[in-house]
């Protein structure tokens, strides 16, 4: 187990490195610089001083060393954008709130979409199957931000029982970013979820179950639902970086002042700090995550071996 | 488990003596014919694809109301679902974002088919190094932020439709690479092939005759769930301005431009909206209906 999670662990810290080069090369590839003439007219003296200021007058492979030294040391720079503050700043102030959000919209659509996953699959081909299934197609296919246009529409515009956006004044502003982010996780959950217990439900152990005089609840909750969480947590492990890291849609369309945007604005305004640190920060959520789901998988199920 | 190996040895002898080899694809149509939501949806998709080919003849631009910024609501002064922000004729816009939409999505997976079958055949069929090489670079497509690739690439090759779509389908192959890749290691343990190279069939003739065919089918699915993704990315690019540049039209930049007019002109961004939802809910239960006819195990 231990070899296995080091295996994993030098695995992901070759990907890591990988990532880092290979935005670092394309970050600097693409035209245009972060102090350009358009963003800031300046005498060429005065554009050199700058760009000495901040290294970026080095050889490429100096400068990456140098970033990957400073960041090693937890010193990931100053945004160019914002030079006041420091990227790890930035990343404080606006994650949380991000984080906020997505942790809640984790909660309430996985544990949301596993339950109404359940009784569509206990009442199957009833009107609940059908509603539930309708619900998780919609979520699944339309984008969320559509979805938020509609909620907006409807609950803000056209009935005004919720505020139309902002964050933090009233707590019904989480309402309506948390159903336009997690109404297409709830439809990942609620789906698999149903598949899964519908393919348990004809094991031979649920017969047995069920012969041997046990109630219907307990068959459902101690033996099927167990023995479909598997497949469950493979697909809705990795949509969790998604959720915590700021939806850009929703965060414009709601007006949450979360980190989505500045995945969008960094790349816009060539803040190389600011580009190398959500990248590296995703890349680390992913590896995490994955190699989390790995190890559940064997506290679940025991048949499940890792190599 | 002895059950489903019997029913696959079956399956496997019985069309060569009795039935001639094309009746996948008559049982396929059949089925996804007794498919009612499905031919629904596929009905819907003609529709579209009619109005995407036919929308310069549909509607013929440019349309402006007088004064050109006049906004009107639907109904009005005879737009019949009435104008954007800059007081273009809605109906033609949304016709030729369903044109755009289509372009895209089309266009996106036939780049990401050539590209992501090539590196997955070559990756499941050579091996070895090929195969550790091309994985290596499928984990690193993954552990980039799409949007943020996306993004880097559109900056490198500046906006329009066709770079719109290069982008996307630079993210776009990673799926199908990975999906042949998985067909064809697990093709390649089964009996049949085991049985043509037994007889000695040379490796280029198993891949072509026996492991290619046997691969098309999730392909196909993937390919066809793959268009309501890509049409999605694309919306969502144009819904943040950094997609399809003005003046081809685009669902999701009419989205984007329509949160600044909510209040007053609901329809400029409701009608886009239940446009895109319209166009990915027909294409994805095509997409379900052709998995569930061409892949009969997996229904239920």
């Given at each position: 187990m231990v070899a296995y999670i080091l295996k994993r662990l030098a695995g992901l810290a070759f990907v890591f490195f990988l990532v880092s080069v290979v935005a670092f090369l394309l970050m600097h590839s693409t035209p245009g610089g972060p102090f350009d003439e358009p963003n800031m007219p300046l005498p060429p003296a005065a554009k050199a001083n700058i760009l000495r200021k901040y290294g970026l007058d080095q050889p490429l492979h100096i400068q990456y060393i140098n970033y990957i030294t400073n960041a090693l040391r937890g010193d990931f720079g100053y945004s160019f954008s914002n030079p006041s503050e420091t990227v790890a700043q930035i990343i404080g102030r606006t994650w949380p709130i991000s984080i906020t959000l997505g942790g809640i919209t984790v909660i309430v659509a996985l544990g949301s979409g596993i339950v109404i996953g359940i009784l569509a699959a206990v009442r199957q081909n009833t009107i609940v199957d059908y509603v539930a299934t309708f619900l998780a197609t919609l979520g699944l296919t339309v984008p969320n931000f559509v979805i938020a246009l509609w909620l907006i529409l409807v609950?803000?515009?056209?009935?005004?029982?919720?505020?139309i956006g902002g964050w933090g004044e009233d707590w019904r502003q989480i309402i309506m970013p948390m159903i336009a982010l997690g109404l297409g996780p709830m439809g990942i959950a609620m789906r698999y979820t149903r598949a899964s217990l519908v393919d348990v439900f004809t094991a031979d152990y649920i017969r047995t179950a069920r012969a041997k005089g046990l109630a219907e609840r307990m068959v459902v909750m101690r033996h099927a639902v167990k023995n479909a969480l598997i497949p469950i947590i493979t697909v809705l492990g990795p949509r969790v970086p998604d959720l915590i890291t700021g939806t850009i849609f929703v965060e414009t369309m709601f007006r949450v002042?979360?980190?989505?945007k500045f995945f969008v604005e960094s790349v816009l305004d060539r803040d190389y700090p600011m580009i190398m640190a959500l990248t590296l920060l995703i890349a680390a959520l992913w590896g995490i995550v994955y190699l989390l789901t790995d190890l559940l998988y064997t506290l679940i199920d025991p048949r499940v071996k890792l190599t | 488990m002895s059950a489903i190996a019997t029913k696959d040895a079956v399956t496997a002898v019985d069309p060569i003596i009795?039935?001639?080899?094309?009746n996948l694809w008559r049982d396929a149509a059949i089925r996804f014919s007794k498919n009612k939501l499905a031919m629904g949806a596929l009905i819907i998709v003609g529709f579209l694809v009619f109005l995407a080919v036919f929308a310069d003849v549909l509607a013929p631009q440019p349309n402006f109301a007088?004064?050109?910024?006049a906004r009107k609501f639907p109904g009005e002064a005879g737009y019949i679902l009435g104008t954007d922000d800059v007081g273009r004729d809605m109906l033609k816009r949304l016709i030729h974002g369903i044109r755009t939409s289509l372009i895209v999505g089309v266009s996106v997976q036939a780049i990401a088919l050539v590209i992501g079958a090539a590196l997955g055949l070559s990756a499941g069929f050579i091996g070895g190094w090929v195969d550790f090489f091309v994985m290596r670079v499928v984990e690193l497509f993954t552990a980039i932020p799409q949007l943020l690739f996306a993004l880097f690439l559109i900056s490198i090759f500046g906006g329009g439709m066709f770079n719109v779509i290069l982008a996307i389908a630079l993210i776009a192959w990673v799926d199908i690479c990975r999906l042949t890749r998985a067909q064809l290691f697990s093709l390649r343990e089964k009996e049949f092939i085991e049985a043509a190279r037994a007889v000695g069939v040379p490796s280029w003739q198993i891949a072509w005759r026996h492991l290619l065919p046997n691969a098309l089918t999730p392909l196909i699915i993937a390919v066809t769930l793959g268009i309501p993704t890509a049409i999605f990315t694309e919306a969502g690019l144009s819904f943040l301005g950094l997609g399809i540049d003005e003046p081809t039209a685009s669902l999701g930049k009419m989205v984007g431009v329509s949160s600044a007019y909510i209040r007053v002109y609901w329809h400029m961004g409701l009608l886009p909206t239940l446009m895109i939802a319209l166009i990915m809910l027909s294409f994805s239960f095509v997409g379900d209906g052709l998995r569930d006819a061409l892949d009969p195990r997996l229904r239920k």
């Open positions: 609950f803000a515009v056209e009935l005004q029982w919720l505020p002042p979360g980190l989505g | 009795s039935r001639p080899p094309s007088r004064p050109i910024d």
